[in-house]
Every structure is written in C-alpha cells, then in structure tokens.
C-alpha cells in the first residue's frame, strides 16, 4: 500500500521546478528544516537564516559529515583533540543561534578523505536521518546548475552525497530494510536552499538583519578556524583584543544588499532529480 501510494504522489507531482519560493523565506513557518554540510561551521554559510527560521517557529536540524579533524597546522594537535575542539565550538555557534543541541548530528568522517569513504554507506547513513527527521528543506552544497559547481573535495563530495541521499530517501525499495525493518517510511524533500553556489545561479537572498550580530557571535565560536588554532592553538578563551579581531575578521564575511545583510541561495523546488537543471 505504501509503496501504491508513493508512486502515486509521483505522478501528481507536477514534473516542473520552480527558481523562486512562492512564500519568502523570511516568513516560512511550522517547516521542517535539515542542513547537511561537510565541516563543522559549514552551517556558516547559513546561520543567520537557520537562526531566523527557528525563531520563527520551524524546526532546524544539522548534520555534519566530518569531524574537521584536519584543518590546522598546528604540529602539536591530534586528530582527536581538533575533533572535540570542532565539535564545542560548532554546538556553542548554534547555541548562540538558539539551534537546540540534540538536532545536531556529526557522522564522524575524516576531515579532508570524504570522497574516499564507501558512498554506499554514507547514504545509507543520511537517507536513515531524512526518514527519520523528515525534512520539508534540504540546505546542503549547491552541486550546479546546468554544469558541476567546483567546490574544495569534501565540500564538492557533501553536495552529491546530499543530492543523492535526497534522491534515494523518496524510494521505498531503496535501503527497504529501513522501512521493513526500523519502522522508517520514504520521504520526498520538496524544497530546497543551496549554499555556496555559482554568483549567477543565485537567486534567492534571505534578509537576517535582525540576525547579524547574532551570527557574528555564533561564527566567533569558531576559535581554531578564526584565530590561534590555524598556526599554533591556545585554547578558546581569548583576551579582549583577540576577541575583537575575531568579530572584526568575521563580521568581514556578512553580505550586503542595499543596506542590508543577507544570505544568498539558489532555491529549487520539484523532485531530486532535477536539482542540477
């Protein structure tokens, strides 16, 4: 009977995509909302948006498929320690964007060597998490429009195996065991806000004025990326001084336009499938 029915809805949903959500984003409500990125403040391309979104009255989900054990050049940091320090400073960044805690997940790959993992497996992996969060929008990488959008490699991977989780979620035969076995049901994400995308294929820009300063303080969290932790860390609690030059090194990275601050996306709207034309 579930399977009847899906392909039934497959077929009444119109084949068409739509370039531009008939409700604007800033007034989305009472939606279900899932980020798959491939670092820990990945979310950074979207936090103003995923912090409106929540205080709005939806519910925002992050899944982070690597640990970020890799980004620095600091000889004397494990793999482990930079682990732990990514993960606190990402759960401190949605924190501080009212981002409840237990709606973030981290898969636990390696930072650097995604395209290497078995592919299988990690959609098996995400496809679980769209059936059970049941997300009405993806946030992920934009893969392109019409051409293969070029993105450093766990970035460039994270945005297929996003795309493809998306893709395979909505198919009951599919990773069935799921279903048969876990009580899990297929599930189609209708919309969709990608980040990271060609300047041209962006059009959907997202006002978080109300937002700013609370993204900047969300982003600061990020004390390996921003500060000492590139060269040699010193922990997370900085002096007054290195405090400000981080709220000033990201307040560089906010957008504006005509006056206000933004983030932009290219938003899709149809089956999977299509997120690429």
């Known amino acids: 009977m579930k399977t009847s029915m899906i392909f039934l809805f497959l077929f009444l949903i119109p084949c068409f995509s739509f370039s531009q959500s008939e409700v604007p984003v800033e007034e989305w409500t009472g939606k279900t909302i899932l980020l798959i990125g491939a670092h820990p403040d990945d979310d950074a391309y979207s936090l103003g948006t995923l912090g409106m979104l929540q205080a709005n009255g939806n519910e925002v989900y992050i899944a982070i498929l690597t640990t970020g054990n890799v980004g620095t050049q600091d000889p004397d940091l494990s793999m482990v320690d930079l682990a732990n320090i990514r993960k606190k400073e990402e759960q401190a960044a949605l924190a501080a964007m009212g981002i409840p805690v237990d709606h973030y997940t981290n898969f636990g790959y390696d930072d650097g060597l995604l395209e290497y993992e078995n592919k299988k497996e990690v959609v098996a992996k995400l496809v679980r998490l769209i059936r ?146």
């Open 132 to 277: 059970q969060v049941r997300p009405d929008v993806l946030f992920a990488f934009d893969p392109g429009k019409g051409a293969q959008r070029w993105h450093k490699a766990d970035h460039r991977s994270a945005s297929y195996l996003a795309a493809d989780a998306a893709r395979a979620a909505m198919w009951p035969l599919l990773f069935q065991g799921q279903i048969t076995m876990e009580g899990l049901e297929a599930h189609i994400i209708e919309e969709y806000l990608l980040f990271d995308s060609a300047e041209d294929d962006i059009d959907t820009w997202v006002d978080i004025s109300a937002f700013t300063e609370k993204k900047i303080t969300a982003m600061s969290q990020y004390v390996s990326q921003w500060s000492s932790g590139w060269y040699k860390y010193k922990g997370p609690d900085l002096s007054e001084e290195e405090a400000k030059e981080v709220r000033d090194r990201v307040s560089k990275r906010i957008r504006y336009r005509d006056g206000k601050a933004v983030e932009g996306f290219r938003y899709y709207k149809g089956l999977p499938d299509n997120i690429g034309r």
